[in-house]
């Protein structure tokens, strides 16, 4: 399989499976079904569950399993990402330089991991930028930390986004993916290569087209995940329907 395809685990099935939902919730017979469907052990699955309720993955409530707020902000990127929202490229960049320095290194982690998030690269130590194709909200920590401007590079846009963003890198891990899509045949390697898909796609840089490599992967990798998606929630809204909730 390709490098980024995990082998299923009761927890990665679980938080697969809330994460594709809408709303992000399940009975425990439910989860259970899936799990089971997917060729886990029923046992395994409980485990799981109470090991995510101590780390905080889950909350329990009455007759149900839900994510917490942590991972239902990692749902709602998720959503954005399988269907990203871009604007027409003037040819602008967007630039964030850093400001307000000397926190402690838990709070600098934690802004490296919003620019990156919000899918900026780090042109040199504390300057950040992309181009200027999509919104970006930064959020309050973040953007008391930064000046914004909007610039135009000098030096080629394409090599710029190649060195900050390795579109190639990602373009040729998307086209493996999609071959393991193609060449999977059970429910359980499917619902694994889709998981990869996904994370994949989190990681897509939104160029415009522009900068982007020939035949960019990224809408045939995203349909491919989308058709996965309807038909794994018709498949378990059936256990839903049939299951002793």
């Known amino acids: 399989m390709a490098m980024r395809v995990r082998k299923l685990t009761a927890r990665s099935a679980i938080l697969s499976a809330l994460l594709g939902a809408h709303p992000a919730e399940a009975p425990v017979s439910w989860i259970v079904s899936v799990a089971e469907e997917l060729g886990l052990q029923q046992s ?48 602008e960049w967007y630039l964030a330089v850093v400001t307000v320095v000397g926190e402690d290194a838990a709070a600098r982690t934690a802004f490296r991991d919003t620019m990156r998030a919000r899918k900026l690269g780090e042109l040199r130590e504390g300057v950040w930028t992309r181009p200027a194709n999509i919104e970006i909200a930064l959020g309050p920590e973040a953007s008391r930390r930064v000046s914004v401007f909007t610039a135009t590079p000098r030096e080629s846009p394409v090599a ?33 290569v889709a998981a990869a898909a996904v994370r994949h796609i989190l990681d897509d840089p939104l160029l415009p087209d522009p900068l982007l490599p020939a035949d960019w992967p990224g809408s045939r990798l995203r349909d491919e995940y989308a058709a996965f998606r309807t038909e794994f929630m018709a498949f378990a809204e059936h256990l839903l329907a049939t299951s002793d909730v």
């Not at 395994?44 to 569950?49: H, I, S, T």
């Not at 990692?74 to 604007?87: E, F, H, L, N, Y």
């Not at 579109?167 to 071959?179: K, M």
């Not at 999977?184 to 619902?191: I, V």
């Open 160 to 192: 710029m986004a190649e060195s900050l963003f390795a579109p190639r890198i990602w373009a040729r891990e998307a086209e493996s993916l999609l071959r393991e899509f193609a060449s999977s045949t059970s429910l359980r390697e499917r619902f694994e």
């Open 44 to 91: 395994a699955v409980r485990v799981a569950l109470t090991r995510m309720v101590a780390m905080g993955d889950l909350e329990r409530a009455p007759g149900v399993y839900r994510l917490s707020d942590r991972l239902i902000e990692r749902q709602r990127r998720q959503d954005a990402a399988v269907s990203p929202v871009v604007k027409t490229w003037d040819g």
